[in-house]
Nanobody
Framework: VQLQASGGGLVQPGGSLRLSCAAS????????IGWFRQAPGKEREWVSF????????YYTNSVKGRFTISRDFAKNTVYLLMNSLNLEDTAVYYC?????????????????????WGQGTLVTVSS
């Protein structure tokens, strides 16, 4: 299993970026994909998740209305479109995948619940 995160870069405040998470060895109809981010000196935090069963998206409060998660079955890729970026969005962004049954409904917010991780892509928001 391999997850390849890409699309990061330097963007000005208010700008946009689209991150990609290309998956191999798994299929998106069986694996939910989460996006996490880690800013310097901070814990890795959950950002967004897309469900394997119905494609339902979930977002942490700080990105609701600005970020959109989506998936392309043909490319086996999950995207995170990030609009209205601000300085607080600066971080390394990671995608992660898991298909296991979980004991609670909000498992996707917990980084320890994921089996597979991508290598991360750096997003820097700066003027």
């Amino acid at each position: 299993v391999q997850l390849q995160a890409s699309g990061g870069g330097l963007v000005q405040p208010g700008g946009s970026l689209r991150l990609s998470c290309a998956a191999s060895g798994i299929t998106l109809d069986y694996y939910g994909i989460g996006w996490f981010r880690q800013a310097p000196g901070k814990e890795r935090e959950w950002v967004s998740f897309i469900s394997s069963s119905d494609g339902r998206p979930y977002y942490t409060n700080s990105v609701k209305g600005r970020f959109t998660i989506s998936r392309d079955f043909a490319k086996n890729t999950v995207y995170l479109l990030m609009n209205s970026l601000n300085l607080e969005d600066t971080a390394v962004y990671y995608c992660a995948a898991d298909s296991s049954s979980h004991a609670y409904s909000s498992w996707y917010k917990d980084k320890d619940e994921y089996h597979y991780w991508g290598q991360g892509t750096l997003v820097t928001v700066s003027s």
